[in-house]
């Protein structure tokens, strides 16, 4: 056969396919490593778990036992006058709850829990529980993650942020209801992800009757006609609040009002106070804000004077946090935009309360997975302007993270005024968070419109 036939047969066939060089880990390799960060993460978590567990056995914490108990002896007790005028304003106890919040303490006193250790093992336990359904919610949301060929052990790297997040473990360590709250938050989210909404009414009806802010989740359920919400919203917080009545006296359910107006002219400016108005407070009246303040320690200091700037401030900003959630578009109506929605509205209605302690914040977490996923699917898209803007929100939401996620600000020593926007870190982070919420919801109801992009894919449950 000659050269020129030779050419002339090989015309039209595919060339020679390059050797391809062996991979650097194999495929055995990617999933023995994966299961090894997976086991040792999980062993971390339990370590961690067990030492929560004898921290609370042994703690005497009672941030919030300590006002709850001073209610409840006097309303059980043959005292006279309102329960709020005498510890309140008269002792100057900061038993700032409404007198449903007693319910759940009460039932445990009747059961013979009493003291702050058994209290604060009970918060241990329940931090665990925020732990494994956090795990669980993640897993949910994203799905397996690979990086490199790995599979991230996104369970056990969940379960332990749950219980290293700042104000989670700080409301622990503050002996507060507030880590409560967070796991009915929490599991109120997973309701809303299995689409069981009277069950997530019925759950933030239980945290409305210590958190009275949340009545306005229940207004907005209205709002956009969602009934099975509202209704299970409205079963919870009727009934327990006829029965704190019977139990403690209607006169003093209504005597929280002016508790309520005294809190908002005067606000706190106590570094814990992640809002507005602490913020304001810190920069135009300079008290002591830290703790052990050689000026004069947290615990002993009373609230505030009524400054008219930090009150006409307060006002506004709280109405803007309010307005928004209500005028934002309830579509798209599949079930990661509800939860960017519903997320986005707790958080803000969180911030606009005059006093927004760095526990209630313990909200959040949940919220970060949603954003994270809502951005992961915008960067997934074949909408090349959709990416850059993404990694924009995923460099905001990593940021958001490290602001409310460690405690970044002095916490105790001598208040340095000039210090004062690192006091509020957390607040700071929330405000990120809550723009990168925003963005992602525009995003969504804008692909709306666009029929067959792909844009906004569904969760597998």
Same mark, same amino acid.
């Given at each position: ?50 030492? *929560? ?27 006279? %006058?309102?329960?709020? #005028? ?12 409404? *007198? ?42 994203? %799905?397996? +993650? ?67 802010? $949340? ?67 810190? $920069? ?19 609230? @505030?004077?009524?400054?008219?700037? !930090?009150?006409?401030?307060?006002? !506004?900003?709280? *109405?803007?946090?309010?307005v928004i959630p209500f005028v934002m578009s309830n579509k798209p109506n599949d079930v990661l935009s509800r939860l960017l929605q519903f997320c986005t509205a ?8 005059? +006093? ?26 074949? #909408? ?11 460099? %905001? ?7 409310? %996620? ?10 340095? @005024?000039?210090?004062?926007?690192? #006091? ?7 405000? +990120?968070? !809550? ?27």
């Amino acid at each position: 056969m000659t050269d020129a036939t030779r050419m002339l047969r090989s015309v039209g066939r595919p060339p020679a396919a390059a050797p391809q060089p062996a991979p650097l880990i194999t495929e055995g390799w990617t999933k023995w490593l994966s299961g090894f960060a997976w086991a040792i993460t999980a062993l971390a978590g339990l370590l961690l778990s067990a030492y *929560l567990i004898k921290r609370g056995l042994q703690s005497a914490s009672d941030d919030s036992w300590y006002p709850m108990e001073r209610a409840l002896a006097f309303l059980h007790g043959s005292h006279s %006058g309102s329960v709020y #005028q005498v510890l309140f304003f008269s002792e100057h106890i900061k038993f700032q709850y409404p *007198l449903t919040a007693l319910l759940p303490l009460d039932l445990l006193n009747w059961a013979g829990i009493t003291h702050s250790p058994q209290l604060n093992t009970i918060n241990a336990i329940v931090l665990i529980v925020i732990g494994i359904m956090f795990a669980v919610f993640s897993a949910k949301i994203l %799905g397996p +993650i690979h990086v490199l060929g790995f599979r991230l052990p996104v369970m056990p790297l969940a379960f332990l942020a749950a219980l290293l997040y700042f104000p989670d473990h700080l409301a622990f360590a503050l002996g507060q209801i507030q880590v409560v709250l967070d796991l009915l938050f929490l599991l109120t989210c997973l309701a809303l992800l299995y689409e069981r909404r009277l069950l997530a009414g019925c759950l933030i009806g239980a945290s409305a009757l210590v958190k009275p802010q $949340f009545v306005l989740l229940g207004l907005l359920a209205l709002r956009r006609r969602n009934w099975k919400f509202a209704v299970g919203f409205a079963a919870v917080g009727l009934v327990c609040l006829v029965l704190s009545m019977l139990l403690y006296g209607w006169r003093n359910e209504f005597d929280y009002l002016p508790v309520l107006t005294f809190l908002s002219h005067h606000g706190e400016w106590e570094h814990m106070n992640q809002s507005v108005n602490g913020l304001m407070a810190r $920069f135009l009246y300079h008290g002591p804000s830290l703790d052990l303040d050689p000026n004069g320690p947290i615990r002993q200091s009373k609230l @505030p004077p009524y400054i008219p700037a !930090v009150y006409y401030a307060t006002v !506004v900003s709280s *109405l803007v946090m309010m307005v928004i959630p209500f005028v934002m578009s309830n579509k798209p109506n599949d079930v990661l935009s509800r939860l960017l929605q519903f997320c986005t509205a707790a958080i803000l209605f969180t911030m606009a309360s005059p +006093i927004a302690w760095t526990h209630h914040y313990g909200i959040l977490l949940p919220a970060y997975v949603v954003a994270f996923k809502a951005i992961w699917d915008r960067a997934g898209t074949r #909408q090349a302007a959709a990416t850059p803007a993404a990694w924009l929100s995923l460099v %905001g939401l990593a940021i958001s993270f490290l602001l409310t %996620g460690l405690a970044l600000g002095p916490m105790v020593g001598r208040t340095i @005024p000039a210090l004062n926007l690192l #006091q509020s870190h957390v607040f700071f982070g929330a405000c +990120i968070l !809550v723009a990168v919420l925003l963005v992602e919801h525009r995003f969504r109801v804008r692909a709306l419109s666009r029929t067959g992009s792909g844009l906004i894919p569904k969760i597998v449950r």
